[in-house]
Antibody
């Protein structure tokens, strides 16, 4: 079965950076686009980034984090990454990785990890 | 990219039907049939319940249905049950090859 397991969360100082990982299993990882989504405490979902299949040559980012975020993937390790720098308290959130659905076009997130909490605090 | 607009809350009695709207623009909801809906119970992970406007993933109850007209997509829950009490979010693909979520709707079963 599809499994996505995020790691790397914790407490980070303002101005610092985070690097999160998402270990994937149960599906052909290289053949699917992957996403990062976050949810601040008590708030709604915010889409952050997508990376295309295979070589990950296509990457797109939310305007709210563009310039501070990088998404990447290692298909040999079935792992998705996100790097976010110049952190502020507004980046405090649960960060989820999500798998793109089965269609030919990017359209939905059919499996989600359990999330990893990042707290930005001094 | 502004969040799609959803009502903050919707409520209904068991057995009733409710509809949640999701309004965007020509650059997202109005321009593509790539609207999806997610159910999130408190403290839980979001779950996909509708994709490509009207399609249900395997295992999702047929009490959930989706539609779209112009810039507004809708999720209807028929035969409302206590277990449907949750937060619901819409999402749409955009003209920038990104995605945007709705503001979220809290469904209360009276």
């Amino acid at each position: 079965q599809v499994q996505l397991v995020e790691s790397g969360g914790g407490v980070v100082q303002p101005g610092g950076s985070l690097r999160l990982s998402c270990a994937a299993s149960g599906f052909s990882f290289s053949g699917y686009a992957m996403h990062w989504v976050r949810q601040a405490p008590g708030k709604g979902l915010e889409w952050l980034a997508v990376i295309s299949t295979h070589d990950g040559s296509r990457k797109h980012y939310a305007e709210s984090v563009e310039g501070r975020i990088t998404i990447s993937r290692d298909n040999s390790e079935n792992t998705l990454f996100v790097h976010l720098n110049r952190l502020t308290v507004e980046d405090t959130a649960v960060y989820y990785c999500a798998k793109e659905g089965e269609g030919d076009h990017w359209s939905a997130f059919d499996y989600w990890g359990q999330g990893t909490l990042v707290t930005v605090s001094s | 990219q502004s969040a799609l607009t959803q009502p903050a809350s919707v409520s209904g009695s068991p057995g009733q039907s409710i509809t949640i709207s999701c309004t965007g623009t020509s650059s997202d909801v109005g321009g593509y049939n790539y609207v999806s809906w997610y159910q999130q119970h408190p403290g839980k992970v979001p779950k996909l319940i509708i994709y490509d406007v009207t399609n249900r993933p395997s295992g999702v109850s047929d009490r959930f249905s989706g539609s779209k007209s112009g810039y507004t997509a809708s999720l209807t829950i028929s035969g409302l049950q206590a277990e449907d009490e949750a937060d619901y979010y819409c999402s749409s693909y955009t003209s920038s090859s990104t995605f945007v979520f709705g503001t979220g709707t809290k469904v209360t079963v009276l």
